[in-house]
């Protein structure tokens, strides 16, 4: 299909570990975006991509989060040494302007056990 | 205080009730507003943009009033279908900013 599509969608690891989640936006957006839901709560922003700009990574909740776009499509978030309270839905969009919606992927359940 | 607040719910009406879900704002620079749904364990989806002269679209109903930095969003004939968590999302520059959102849930 043509939508935001995420992989894995589901992850389980183990505390420690370091984990690798996978975004394709829809083709033609500049703009994408990574959220966090944890249980029951709401979306939680995490880091933001536009175009060639220096991503505005003020969301991210330690040095253990990181995330990089290569040629301006495919994103992948990276988060270091996983913790428990790490655990949630990790969502990604891509919106193609700057008055436009945003569109989500189906998101990566993520458990730290 | 939070970006965006919204009513707490849970909403729990019948079939056929209208439903209004409110939402403030703190950043008065933010220029573009929308209402998406989330159905439970889903991802959200847009329900629809809100501009400033209000707009509709079916049963659905939203308005903006930037002076008082609020935004509303009314159901008409609630169907069982509507039931959902309701994200207020409000976008000051680049980035879009959720609500904690509401839960409405139709009963038959």
């Known amino acids: 299909g043509a939508g935001v599509s995420q992989s894995p969608s589901n992850k389980v690891t183990e505390k420690g570990k370091d984990v690798e989640l996978r975004c394709d936006p829809i083709s033609g957006h500049t703009a994408l975006y990574w959220y966090r839901q944890s249980l029951g709560q709401g979306l939680e922003f995490l880091i933001y991509f536009q175009g060639n700009s220096a991503p505005d990574k003020s969301g991210l909740p330690s040095d253990r989060f990181s995330a990089e776009r290569t040629g301006g499509s495919v994103s992948t978030l990276t988060i270091q040494r996983t913790q428990q309270e790490d655990s949630a839905v990790y969502l990604c969009?891509?919106?193609?302007?700057?008055?436009?919606?945003?569109?989500f992927g189906q998101g990566t359940r993520l458990t730290v056990v | 205080r939070k970006e965006v607040e919204q009513d707490p719910g849970p909403f729990n009406v019948p079939e056929g009730a209208t439903v209004a879900f409110n939402c403030t704002y703190s950043n008065s620079a933010s220029q573009s507003f929308f209402w998406y749904r989330q159905d439970c364990r889903k991802e959200p989806k847009l329900l629809m943009s809100v501009y400033s002269s209000g707009n509709e679209d079916g049963r659905f109903t939203a308005q903006l009033n930037r002076a008082s930095q609020y935004i509303s969003l009314l159901i008409r004939d609630s169907k069982l279908s509507d039931s959902a968590t309701y994200l207020c999302v409000v976008k000051p520059w680049q980035n879009f900013v959720f609500g904690p959102g509401t839960r409405l849930s139709v009963l038959p």
């Open positions: 969009a891509s919106s193609p302007g700057t008055e436009s919606e945003a569109f």
